[in-house]
């Protein structure tokens, strides 16, 4: 068997459809048992966090009830 060189991967995916990029990524997901999950959520996080000017923001430590 063959093997491709990523380059080779790279210009068969990049000739696909999305419809067929969908179903690739379904396939691989079925054959390794594995979940494509974006990570958006986690690069956008610390983002969130460092709204203070890179400063710790400080602990509520008092409330009202």
Same mark, same amino acid.
């Given at each position: 068997?063959?093997?491709?060189?990523?380059?080779? =991967?790279?210009?068969? =995916?990049?000739?696909?459809? /999305?419809?067929?990029?969908?179903?690739? /990524?379904?396939?691989?997901?079925?054959?390794?048992?594995?979940?494509?999950?974006?990570?958006? @959520?986690?690069? $956008?996080a610390? @983002?969130?966090?460092?709204?203070?000017?890179?400063? $710790? @923001?400080?602990?509520?430590?008092?409330?009202? /009830?």
């Open positions: 068997m063959a093997t491709l060189t990523n380059e080779e =991967i790279i210009e068969a =995916i990049s000739s696909k459809t /999305v419809l067929e990029l969908s179903e690739l /990524v379904k396939a691989i997901e079925e054959k390794f048992d594995v979940k494509a999950a974006a990570p958006v @959520a986690m690069a $956008a610390p @983002a969130a966090g460092d709204a203070g000017g890179g400063e $710790a @923001a400080e602990e509520k430590t008092e409330f009202d /009830v």
